[in-house]
């Protein structure tokens, strides 16, 4: 079975209120099987522009990834991201 992924590409602007996104999100996403593959860490754009920071979490499935984002509890994290913080976020199948 693929693998799922939430990918995430981020600008944060309040980096002292961040810190309880990360806090918060962290143990929500690894409850449904997520595993930090990259979080943060140097990055290049050698094509077009990029934000800041990048996280990309594997899950079992496409499904765990989609249901773990979805979720209720991450819905309410997601609002801390939203005022502190830039981001575009994916989800995707792999392998």
Not at 14 to 22: I, S
Not at 31 to 58: L, N, Q, T
Not at 64 to 78: G, T
Request: aromatic residues 10%; without cysteine; hydrophobic residues 35%.
């Amino acid at each position: 079975m693929p693998k799922g992924y939430i990918i995430g590409h981020i600008t944060v602007t309040d980096p002292e209120a961040y810190k309880e996104y990360v806090e918060r999100d962290t143990p929500i996403l690894e409850g449904y099987g997520g595993r930090f593959i990259v979080r943060g860490g140097a990055s290049e754009a050698p094509e077009g522009p990029m934000k800041d920071r990048h996280v990309v979490i594997e899950f079992p499935s496409f499904e765990d990834a989609k249901r773990a984002y979805h979720s209720d509890a991450y819905q309410e994290v997601v609002k801390i991201r939203h005022a502190t913080a830039q981001s575009d976020i994916i989800l995707v199948e792999g392998v």
